[in-house]
């Protein structure tokens, strides 16, 4: 239930659904010991692949590994 802490007649509710994404994605982060902020973008990607389906499928793993290789020209 909502409560008025503050006292300016509204009552509020906290979500802490934004700070939960933000500690489990740290959390997967730690893992690689380090990331380069040039690279951030593809393990966001990953993580949030991982975090929105249920269940690992060819489908998914193509997806991942086939993109716009155009935008990664500088890879070994």
């Not at 990607?45 to 990664?72: G, K």
Request: with cysteine; aromatic share 12%.
């Amino acid at each position: 239930m909502a409560r008025d802490d503050d006292g300016d007649g509204r009552r509020q509710v906290h979500c802490y659904t934004c700070e939960g994404a933000g500690a489990s994605f740290r959390t997967y982060l730690r893992a690689f010991r380090g990331v380069r902020k040039q690279y951030l973008h593809l393990y966001v990607a990953t993580y949030e692949a991982m975090v929105n389906t249920r269940w690992v499928t060819p489908d998914l793993i193509q997806r991942m590994c086939v993109a716009n290789r155009s935008l990664h020209s500088d890879y070994t």
